[in-house]
């Protein structure tokens, strides 16, 4: 079996596969469906950080008790909207809304107080809405020019039919994303964005690759269009790169994740890692298996 | 020959740019969030034309030069209205907030009253009491201090109360509305023609006649009443007197004003004065949209964690690549150490003579190339394999196989590469950072593909004979096919 795969010569009929991966993408559809329903119903909801939303977070080190945090969300100096701990750390961060500055720095000294650290010790943060927005903005903004460059860049090189299945490949990992980050209200931080555009690089990175090598194989065997044999053949061959690629681009990200659990290090850098997880999975997961039921629609029977 | 020249001239190039930088201990330029420190993003209106907001941050950027301690301080513009303030290395907010400044608007105001001559604030009076001669009725005026007898929110448009450190001494002021603004003056210096410094003041043609009526009126006077106010934000920074000599019924005439300091001063007085004078108002007022606060010990916390992380992942990949090309993983590993060195090496350069920060999206977009640039050599090889598979000879295979490759790693590298200088150009912040990054390493994967990529593996592959060596299989198994 290993010798067959790597040899590229794992006979796995691709193009047979095609209605039951169809329905594996149908069902996938639905599930997209139920989770952005349920988030525009208001079941769910997508957690942003204070980068979006405007407030204060205030984070420090400290030994705590459950009761301490109690007394905090329950002070009158500023509301507190919402608080996180972390494993294997001391560590402890309160968000609470926009104050007048007498009001955070009398808040930022109680803090002081009640865990008996210095007041510089403490990360204060203050965001107003405009700075998270203006990211999406400019980052939504970004999106749509780049989007339309890969369709006219994939139908030159290419053919239009093709971009259509590399941007479909896109959506598809885009929306697991945001799927898994309704589901388990991570947070959405400005580097979260920042990642989410990665992905979409990663995502078309290897769908190129893939086209690339079904047009080689198309020249090698003297077609002009998309057949099942080259389909199959073509398929075959890559998986072997495809599982490789998605190791080593998967492995430092997976350290970042795993050492930033381990010191108990939660921040902007985890921040990147975990959606860029998630994106390099399920890229390397789309442009094989979401392409095949719509490169096989292409093929000429 | 020239192959061989090639295939060198990258890691040659690493090799030394790395030395040169370890000798002239250079390291890249850490962002705030790598360092710790103080970052202010100020939002001003919409509207603003960008001309007055580059005043702003010209003003803002002496500002903070001229209050000194702040190691390279960056102000910038970033989108259409807001100003990006960034301190490394400062964690005292106050400081960072005072070297900004609010709006700072700057005042001419005269002087109605003092402290000087009673010895407590002018906004007192204290009515004897025939009853109890030692305890005489206080009565203050409205909107000052019960103490101390200091306007509590001043408003530059009526009287106020405001204390001013004369040579080290308190004095309470009683002051009239502003009769002049920051706006008013052209140009503001200090100068030491002979024995003493002054701070020598140019008013704005359309202000000259306004500064000359005040004059007027304020040589008239005498005693503390012929002092002239300098208020920034509520607070008197210099209450010089008319000269005796000024003509009640002329003024000061030609728009010009010297303002003595005393030969006690050694300049750093007067040169203060003339910055508060000549950058004291900003043209247009900010909002703080967002204070960011990082602690050293955090960013170096974070910094740690991304070069752990790097480190790790780039040992296991290595392990990976070795077990499974071989020989071939080991030209690829070998390529990857100097593409680490180079990407070091120019990053500190970049951070040395165009100021380029290495910051937290940065470091992502790294440990992402690392994927990408690990990936070319991963295509290259499987298409050796592939040719090896259909039965040319290893030397043939190895140059069809680089050749093929190259188109395609190009093609994807282009999409990388438009992807970054879109996000470069289109995005804001952070994500800058991390598109040139992105960028920069792949142009680096390119050049490695091409040069090094290229002649390496055909120069290696010919001296080959076996392909347990290059890859997991044995010969009869990959011809047999």
Redo the contacts between chains.
């Keep these: 079996m290993f010798?067959n795969l790597?040899?590229?010569?794992t006979s796995i009929n691709f193009y047979e596969k095609r209605k039951f991966l169809q329905n594996v993408l149908i069902i996938e559809v639905l599930f997209f469906l139920i989770v952005f329903v349920s988030a525009s119903l208001g079941l769910l909801n997508l957690n942003f950080s204070v980068?979006f939303t405007g407030g204060t977070t205030y984070q420090f080190s400290s030994d705590y008790a459950k009761s301490d945090i109690d007394e905090i969300l329950a002070n009158e100096i500023l509301e507190v909207s919402r608080y996180q701990t972390f494993e294997n750390s001391s560590s402890i961060l309160f968000r609470a809304v926009e104050g007048t500055q007498a009001q955070e720095t009398q808040f930022l000294n109680y803090l002081a107080n009640k865990f008996d650290i210095n007041a510089?010790?403490i990360?204060?943060?203050?965001?107003?809405p405009?700075?998270g927005q203006?990211?999406t903005s400019?980052?939504i903004?970004?999106l749509i020019?780049?989007l339309s460059?890969?369709v006219l860049?994939i139908s030159i090189?290419f053919q239009f039919r093709f971009s259509i299945v590399a941007l479909i490949a896109l959506l598809h990992d885009l929306f697991i994303c945001t799927s898994i980050y309704l589901l388990l209200n991570f947070e959405i931080t400005?580097?979260t964005?920042?990642?989410l555009?990665?992905i979409?690089?990663?995502s078309?990175?290897d769908t190129?690759?893939l086209f690339?090598?079904l047009r080689?194989s198309q020249r090698l065997n003297k077609e002009s269009d998309l057949s099942i044999k080259t389909l199959n053949k073509t398929f075959n061959?890559i998986l072997?790169?495809s599982i490789?690629?998605s190791?080593?681009?998967?492995?430092?990200?997976?350290?970042?994740l795993?050492?930033?659990n381990v010191?108990g290090?939660s921040?902007?850098?985890t921040d990147?890692?975990l959606p860029?997880f998630i994106g390099?999975i399920s890229g390397t997961y789309s442009s094989i298996f979401v392409t095949i039921p719509f490169l096989s629609k292409i093929i000429n029977k | 020959m020239k192959r061989y020249f090639k295939l060198l001239f990258l890691p040659i190039l690493a090799i030394g740019l790395f030395i040169y930088v370890q000798q002239t201990s250079l390291t890249p330029k850490l962002g705030l969030?790598l360092q710790g420190g103080i970052s202010v993003?100020l939002?001003a209106d919409e509207e603003t034309d960008p001309e007055v907001l580059q005043k702003a941050v010209e003003i803002m950027r002496t500002r903070i030069e001229a209050f000194g301690d702040v190691q390279e301080p960056e102000i910038s513009i970033s989108?259409n209205s807001?100003v990006l303030v960034q301190l490394p290395g400062v964690?005292?907010?106050e400081r960072a907030i005072q070297a900004l400044g609010a709006t700072g608007l700057l005042t001419f105001r005269p002087v109605l009253d003092s402290s000087i001559d009673t010895g407590y604030s002018p906004a007192f009076q204290y009515i004897p009491n025939e009853n109890d001669p030692d305890n005489p009725t206080k009565i203050s005026v409205p909107g000052v201090d019960e103490e101390i007898g200091i306007t509590i929110s001043d408003n530059p448009n009526f009287d106020s109360y405001l204390l001013s450190i004369d040579q080290g001494y308190p004095v309470i002021y009683h002051l009239g509305p502003a009769e002049l603004t920051g706006n008013d003056i052209e140009d503001a210096i200090a100068v030491y023609p002979e024995n003493e410094w002054i701070v020598s003041l140019d008013f704005k043609a359309e202000s000259e006649d306004k500064f000359t009526n005040l004059t007027k009126k304020l040589a008239s006077e005498i005693g503390e009443r012929r002092r002239l106010a300098i208020v920034l934000d509520g607070e008197i920074v210099s209450a010089p007197g008319i000269a005796l000599d000024v003509n009640p019924d002329i003024g000061i005439t030609g728009g010009t004003a010297a303002i003595s300091m005393g030969n006690t001063d050694t300049g750093e007085s007067a040169n203060n004065l003339a910055v508060i004078l000549r950058y004291g108002a900003l043209p247009v007022s900010f909002?703080?949209?967002?204070?960011?606060?990082?602690?050293a010990s955090?960013g170096e916390?974070?910094l740690n964690?991304?070069l752990?992380?790097?480190l790790?992942?780039?040992i296991?990949?290595s392990i990976?690549?070795i077990l499974?090309y071989r020989l071939l993983g080991l030209v690829s590993v070998f390529g990857l150490s100097m593409f680490g060195l180079l990407f070091y090496s120019v990053i500190s350069l970049l951070g040395k003579f165009q100021g380029f920060t290495l910051t937290?999206?940065g470091?992502?977009g790294i440990?992402?190339s690392?994927?990408?640039a690990?990936?070319s050599y991963?295509?290259t090889f499987?298409k050796l394999?592939?040719e090896i598979?259909v039965g040319r000879s290893f030397e043939f295979a190895a140059n069809k196989a680089v050749d093929?490759s190259w188109?395609?790693i190009l093609?994807?590298d282009?999409?990388?590469l438009?992807?970054?200088f879109?996000?470069y150009i289109?995005?804001?912040?952070?994500?800058r950072g991390?598109a040139l990054a992105?960028g920069i390493a792949t142009i680096f994967d390119l050049l490695f593909t091409r040069l090094y990529t290229r002649n390496s593996v055909p120069v290696l592959v010919a001296k080959l004979d076996n392909t347990r060596l290059m890859?997991?299989?044995k010969n009869k198994?990959?011809t047999n096919?």
Aim: glycine residues 8%; hydrophobic residues 50%; charged residues 20%.
């Design positions: 010798k790597f040899l590229g010569n980068d510089n010790e990360e204060f943060q203050r965001v107003g405009t700075f203006e990211i400019s980052g903004r970004a020019i780049f460059f890969i860049l090189r400005p580097s964005v920042i990642a555009l990665t979409l690089g990663y078309l990175y190129v690759i690339d090598k080689d061959e072997m790169r490789n690629t190791i080593t681009s998967a492995v430092p990200i997976a350290s970042i795993f050492l930033g010191i290090l921040g902007t850098l990147f890692a860029l390099i | 969030d993003i939002t989108g807001a964690t005292d907010q909002e703080r949209s967002s204070i960011q606060k990082v602690s955090l916390d974070t964690l991304g752990q992380a790097g790790i992942g780039l296991i990949i990976i690549i499974y937290l999206a470091i992502a440990i992402v690392i994927g990408l690990a990936d991963i295509v499987e394999k592939d598979k093929d188109k395609t093609t994807a282009f999409v990388s438009s992807a970054a879109l996000l289109l995005a804001v912040g952070p994500i991390f992105l890859y997991p299989i198994d990959i096919v």
